[in-house]
């Protein structure tokens, strides 16, 4: 059996299909029937009843089939300078390299090999789930979030934003304000 779940939330994003394998498919069907039931119902506070059982579905789910991530050995310094520096806008894949003692072209052929996708891409995601932090924390304005994400172009964060999260920032900060 399969059960496909579609979720489309301004609150969380993804950068790949999620996909769960569970080890108990019959405590996981319970939590759907719960969910079904409460529905159905429509008694105070169903919503949020159905949104918590999911969330523990999701939980379940993950706790089950989540893995431990090692990091290639070779590239290991350079991620972790990347984790830690992705917000500074002159961060450079060739320093990233420069931290493993590799040249750029190996170490961007075995980051992709490793996550998937290019260390310019990687640096982008990561800067692009800190600003959408920022929108939900609702301190700064949009200018002074693309500058503390590293951007220093608004257009460009702009640019980066509304590709990776499917909304241009004013409008997923407009909708985020809203709620």
């Known amino acids: 059996n399969l059960i496909v779940i579609q979720l489309n939330s301004l609150n969380y994003f993804f950068f790949y299909l999620e996909y769960f394998y569970p080890e108990?498919?019959?405590?996981?069907?319970?939590?759907?029937?719960?969910?079904?039931?409460?529905?159905?119902?429509?008694?105070?506070g169903y919503?949020?009843?159905?949104?918590?059982?999911?969330?523990?579905?999701f939980a379940l789910l993950y706790k089950e089939n989540h893995k431990e991530k090692s990091y290639d050995e070779r590239?290991?310094?350079?991620?972790?300078?990347?984790?830690?520096?992705?917000?500074?806008?002159?961060?450079?894949?060739?320093?990233?390299?420069?931290?493993?003692?590799?040249?750029?072209?190996?170490?961007?052929?075995l980051f992709k090999n490793q996550f998937g996708i290019s260390p310019k891409k990687h640096i982008i995601n990561l800067r692009i789930r800190y600003a959408v932090n920022l929108i939900e924390n609702g301190y700064?304005?949009?200018s002074e979030i693309a500058e503390k994400s590293g951007f220093c172009d608004y257009k460009y964060f702009s640019t980066e934003f509304h590709r990776v999260t499917g909304y241009p920032p004013s409008k997923y900060y407009y909708n985020y304000k809203k709620k």
Do not use: Q
């Open 24 to 44: 108990n498919k019959d405590r996981i069907y319970e939590h759907f029937c719960k969910i079904l039931k409460s529905w159905k119902n429509k008694e105070i």
């Open 47 to 57: 919503t949020h009843i159905c949104k918590g059982v999911l969330y523990e579905i």
């Open 75 to 109: 590239i290991k310094n350079s991620v972790i300078y990347i984790t830690e520096n992705y917000m500074k806008p002159d961060i450079s894949v060739k320093t990233a390299a420069e931290k493993s003692n590799i040249s750029e072209v190996y170490f961007r052929k």
């Open 140 to 142: 700064y304005s949009l």
